[in-house]
């Protein structure tokens, strides 16, 4: 009885996960908080450092080490699964002036892909969003790399 109650639970998780990547939502591989680190872009924009969350509903937030310096805000995007190993993440940030207004957003759009569960790499593209929303594509890109972050136990 305990044999077919697994696999009736197995093969209906199997069916979920196959129909949630049909439909383009995201499963739990990515979900979670991931340590990125960015080289110096394509474009020549410096190299810097990221925390990147997947939440489960598809929806990103990212904090990156370049916030103090006050010229962009936090990011906040949308991803989905494309296929076993591969995601797509788009999301924005706002960008801002000398004076701390508010001056354009960015747009940039990512191809992931798991190495294994802990560790991903990326190619991204960045577009230029305009105050009057025309969008300058492609100004830069460039790869990343993650590393998931794990509970540390305290000492």
Known sequence: MMSVLLGAVTTAWAQSTDVAIL??????RLTGTWLVDVPESDGGFPAFQALHTFHNDGTFT???????GGEEGPAHGVWRRIDSTNYALTFYLFVFDENGDAADMVRVRVAIQLIDNDHLTA?????????????IPNIDSGPFTGT????EPTP
Do not use: H, Y
């Open 148 to 151: 998931r972050l794990k509970v």
């Open 62 to 68: 990212e904090t990156s080490n370049l916030l103090g």
């Open 123 to 135: 190619q991204t593209a960045v577009d230029f969003i305009e105050p009057d929303g025309t969008i």
């Open 23 to 28: 439909l383009g939502r995201p499963t739990a």
